[in-house]
């Protein structure tokens, strides 16, 4: 079935540093890939979003691509900010699912960001 | 805005008292879910409604059923919690057209205690 690996956390930075949150899956055809935050006590937030291969996705200076080759869409920030401190997931959803499946998320761990001034 | 509700934030039960929790949407979306969460943890898939329709994830426990009256509410409703059923409780709800679904839009949850 599918899978989603993030990259082992908690990851604590100092400000103004550079982020990357490493994310592998496993599908099969081309799922849309997703990376959700989520902020201390409350709901996901979709951050950015993939469809298709080589498709780069980009929000609050978050970007990542989608790398069909190796199967990854690893997140990436220039310059962190204290109000980054949250948890991020990737997550993949069958494209053009329909059907059964509806679209349904498949998750990875997860993983904490503590960003200090 | 357009926005997924979800009501009480917060909500105490006793142990084995019945308990529902409200999730209410202006996006006109088809599809419902709600999710568990525990810790940090990555939300677990509970069931969703497709339209009308409702499906159930395997390993859901008998425990928790869930109530889609209309196409802007869905409820989530826990028989007899126990101690290991605190937890956030995430509604989230996405377009499903001509077998392209969109991204799920998430509610900012209900935490559960139950003592």
């Known amino acids: 079935g599918d899978s989603v690996t993030q990259m082992e956390g908690p990851v604590t930075l100092s400000e103004e540093a550079f982020l990357t949150i490493n994310c592998t899956y496993t599908a099969t055809g081309y799922p849309s890939l997703f990376w959700y935050v989520q902020y201390p006590g409350e709901g996901l937030q979709l951050l950015l979003k993939a469809t298709k291969a080589d498709d780069k996705g980009s929000n609050k200076g978050f970007e990542a691509t989608y790398r069909k080759e190796t199967t990854s869409f690893h997140l990436e920030k220039g310059s962190v900010q204290v109000s980054d401190s949250a948890v991020y997931f990737c997550?993949?959803?069958?494209?053009?699912?329909?059907?059964?499946?509806?679209?349904?998320?498949?998750f990875g761990q997860g993983t904490i960001l503590t960003v200090h001034p | 805005d357009a926005m997924v509700i979800q009501n009480p934030r917060y909500q105490v039960t006793q142990f084995g008292k019945p308990v529902t929790l409200s999730c209410s949407q202006t996006?006109?979306?088809?599809?419902m879910y709600w999710y568990q969460q525990k810790s940090s943890q990555a939300p677990k898939l509970l069931f969703h409604?497709?339209?009308?329709?409702?499906?159930n994830e395997a390993d859901t426990p008998d425990n928790f059923q869930s109530r889609r009256p209309n196409t802007s509410f869905c409820f989530l409703d826990i028989r007899s919690p126990g101690l290991g059923d605190a937890a956030m409780y995430l509604c989230?709800?996405?377009?499903?057209?001509?077998?392209?679904?969109?991204?799920?839009?998430f509610g900012p949850g209900t935490r559960l205690t139950v003592t």
């Open positions: 996006l006109n979306h088809n599809v």
């Open positions: 989230a709800t996405s377009r499903d057209q001509g077998g392209s679904t969109y991204e799920q839009y």
């Open positions: 997550a993949l959803s069958p494209r053009g699912a329909g059907g059964t499946s509806y679209g349904k998320l498949t």
């Open positions: 409604y497709y339209d009308k329709d409702f499906n």
